[in-house]
């Protein structure tokens, strides 16, 4: 078990290109979950996956931000036409979810610096 | 707008010293969870707690849950160099994690 990995660890990118990231979950983990994170803040929910399905987008989450997970397997987050604003880092958590809770292992992360 | 709330959002504490980091929360709970983050790394998963009383220690660290008062707390007994990073905490009201803002803890030789 290598745990949660994300590609690419570091984004620079022009205002108005696009991005995408990419994780790879625990294998044996059904869901799935994108976060951003600014300095000084703690990481604020995206949306998320329950095997392929997505379940739950943020309603703060822009139309420019797109995240599939077409096998149920590993999940791309896709951002077009980038802002200065979306300059964050990007993680990814995966889990297990049991009968009572679920701990999520979070990723690396992706930095990303759109300028 | 659900809100996490945690208090102080910075610590500096010597090595020996005790001290308690709150963590207040707008939703009802039953599931609460801590996560510690070093400088540049991501997050790791510290404690789970599942129910009113829930009380879960690990080492130096002490977390408790008052489901009632909506309020969690890490206790810090006799800190040592290593404990110094970003403490989150996190509650899952059912559809989505949400974090409070951090508490960033030095502590000084």
């Known amino acids: 078990d290598t745990g949660v990995s994300q590609d690419p660890r570091h984004k620079i990118t022009k205002r108005g290109q696009n991005v995408t990231f990419r994780c790879d979950p625990i294998s044996e983990h059904n869901r799935l979950y994108w976060y951003r994170q600014t300095l000084g803040q703690g990481p604020e929910f995206l949306t998320y996956f329950q095997n392929e399905a997505q379940l739950e987008k943020s309603r703060l989450l822009s139309d420019r931000f797109s995240a599939e997970r077409p096998k149920g397997s590993f999940s791309t987050l896709e951002i077009q036409r980038t802002e200065q604003g979306d300059s964050a880092m990007y993680l990814c958590?995966?889990?297990?979810?049991?009968?009572?809770?679920?701990?999520?292992?979070f990723g690396p992360g992706t930095r990303l610096l759109v300028l | 707008e659900l809100k996490v709330e945690q208090n102080p959002l910075f610590l500096s504490m010597q090595e020996g010293k005790n001290y308690t980091i709150y963590c207040n929360y707008s939703t009802t709970s039953d599931r609460l969870y801590w996560y510690r983050q070093d400088p540049g790394k991501s997050l790791e998963s510290l404690f789970v707690?599942?129910?009113?009383?829930a009380v879960k220690q690990e080492g130096r660290l002490m977390a408790s849950l008052d489901t009632k008062a909506r309020l969690s707390t890490l206790h810090i007994t006799a800190a040592v160099h290593d404990l110094s990073a970003t403490y989150f905490c996190a509650v899952d009201p059912g559809n989505q994690f949400y974090f409070g803002t951090g508490t960033s803890l030095t502590v000084i030789p």
């Open positions: 958590a995966s889990s297990l979810v049991l009968a009572a809770y679920e701990t999520q292992y």
């Open positions: 707690l599942l129910s009113n009383g």
